[in-house]
Each structure stands twice: as C-alpha cells, then as structure tokens.
C-alpha cells in the first residue's frame, strides 16, 4: 500500500508536470485530468473517502466546462503534444526541478514511511471527513451561507463580463 | 518533509511556475490555476487527517466552491476577450492595450 501511495503522489505530480510545461491546452486539460484522479486517489488511500469523492465528481464535473471550452476555444489546427520541442524542453526543465529537490527533501524518506496518515479513524462508524463536512450545516452555516452569497456574486459577475461587445466591461477599442 | 508534503508543494509550485512562464493561450493559464487549486485542495485534505481535526475538513469544500467562482470567472474572461479581441492568444492582448 506504501509503494502504491507512492505511485500516486508521483502521478500527481506528473500530471501537474504536464500541465506546467505549456502544451496546446487540448493536452494540458488532459494532464490535469491525470493530476486531479490521482490527487483524489491520494485522498482515498490517506483515508478521507468523502473528500476524495467530492473532489472526482464536484472538481473533475466543473472541468468538464473548461475542458469543453479548450477543445472548442483553443482549436489549433495542430495541437503542441509533449513531443515538440519547444514543450519538451521545459518538460524535460521541470522534471529535472522536481527530481533535484526530491534529492534534496527526500534523504530520510526511508525512514518517514510515506507520510500517509489513517487517522481519525478509530472507533467511528463515520469517517472523520464526513463528520467534519456535517459540522459545515451545523456550526459552520454561516460560512455555508457566505459561500452562497459569493457563488450568486460571482453569477452576477459573469453576467456582467459577457454582456455585450458595447456595454461589457471588455470593449473592442 | 514526508513526500506527501512534498509531492503537493511540488504540485502547487509547478502550477505557478506554469502561470508565471512562458504562457500563449490564456486558457492554458487558467488550467494551471485549476492545477494550483488542486493542490490547494488536497493539501486542505491532508491537512485535516493529519493533525486530526475533524471540524477542519469542510475547509477544502468551501475551497472548492470558491475554486468554482475562479473558474467561471476565467472562462467569462476568456469568452469575453475571445469576442473583443479575436483568437485568445496572450501576446495578442498586450498590444491592444488602452
């Protein structure tokens, strides 16, 4: 189970690896797809299964929307991979980056074990995530409603951006 | 630093270091934001179960929702300059500037 977990923080960092190192976004959006199911599998081993399932249904059905938006807005004829050069570069830049500061950091992993952590999870019949999201309804409702507030705002926001080309508050000049 | 700390410390610095450097569409810079919040989040999460504080782990959902906000605000941008000014390439926007 140490060695898979390991295998999946190495798979979240390569696929922000590949978001980072400026492909078409046709390819980046698929490397943070590879980044966002291994983050939430890293949540699932460490023991928040409510966490990491909110985190593949909620954030992964949100980037459907910009993923949609890069294969339709940034339609190149044809896309950069990671096999061009001017992107494998700066791949090859940033993976020589994380393997020199792994180096750097990581001379007494041996003896950290993975630093995965399965607590709070003794004598629950509710996972401690879930039971935190709960408190959210409970004590934490102000912040609930805050969060509601700011998702209308930010509708009205949006409304306002792509009002028009004349009265938006992006103009063509 | 256990490599879980470092794996997303990692993560939500090649995000920024993707915003910083070198970007051409500005889509691909908000998918580096989306990366960024990502790791915010799982650092959230992490965070939670590792100093066991339950009552913290609707922190990484308001994260979300907030990462949301971001988001829809990015692709309205995005729609918006894509009608003023033509194709969405960031060199683009420098000229025109007003």
């Known amino acids: 189970m ?11 960092v390569l696929g922000l690896v590949g978001v980072a190192c400026n492909p078409a976004p046709y390819f980046a959006a698929f490397g943070l797809v590879v980044a966002a199911g291994m983050g939430c599998a890293v949540l699932a081993v460490s023991g928040a299964p409510f966490l990491a399932l909110v985190l593949f ?8 929307v910009v993923f949609a938006y890069s294969s339709a807005l940034a339609a190149d004829p044809f896309p950069e991979g990671w096999t061009e050069v001017t992107v494998f570069e700066q ?47 409970g004590s934490g409702g102000f912040m609930l409603v805050f969060c509601a507030w700011v ?20 103009r063509a000049v | 630093m256990t490599p879980v700390q470092f794996s997303f410390t990692t ?32 650092a959230l999460s992490l965070w939670t179960l590792q100093t066991e504080v339950t009552n913290f782990s609707a922190a990484p959902m308001l994260l979300l929702a907030f990462s949301a906000c971001e988001a829809s605000v990015g692709l309205a941008l995005l729609v918006a300059t894509n009608r003023t000014h033509g194709p969405n390439q960031l060199q683009a926007l420098n000229i025109l500037q007003c």
């Not at chain 1, 140490?2 to 979240?12: D, H, I, S, T």
């Open chain 1, 57 to 64: 249904l909620i954030y992964l059905g949100g980037m459907l």
């Open chain 1, 151 to 170: 998702l209308l705002l930010t509708l009205f926001v949006v409304l306002e951006l792509v009002r028009g080309l004349s009265r938006g508050p992006l």
């Open chain 2, 11 to 42: 993560a939500f610095i090649l995000g920024l270091m993707g915003l910083t450097f070198h970007r051409t569409h500005l889509l691909s810079a908000l998918l580096c934001l989306e990366g960024m919040m990502l790791a915010l989040f799982v």
């Open chain 1, 91 to 137: 791949l090859a830049f940033y993976l020589l980056g994380v393997v020199a500061a792994g180096l750097y950091f990581g001379k007494h992993w041996y003896t950290l074990f993975v630093g995965m952590v399965d607590s709070c999870s003794k004598f629950f019949t509710i996972r401690a995530d879930m039971g935190g999201v709960v408190a959210m309804y």
């Open chain 1, 2 to 12: 140490v060695y898979f977990a390991f295998m999946l923080l190495v798979g979240l």
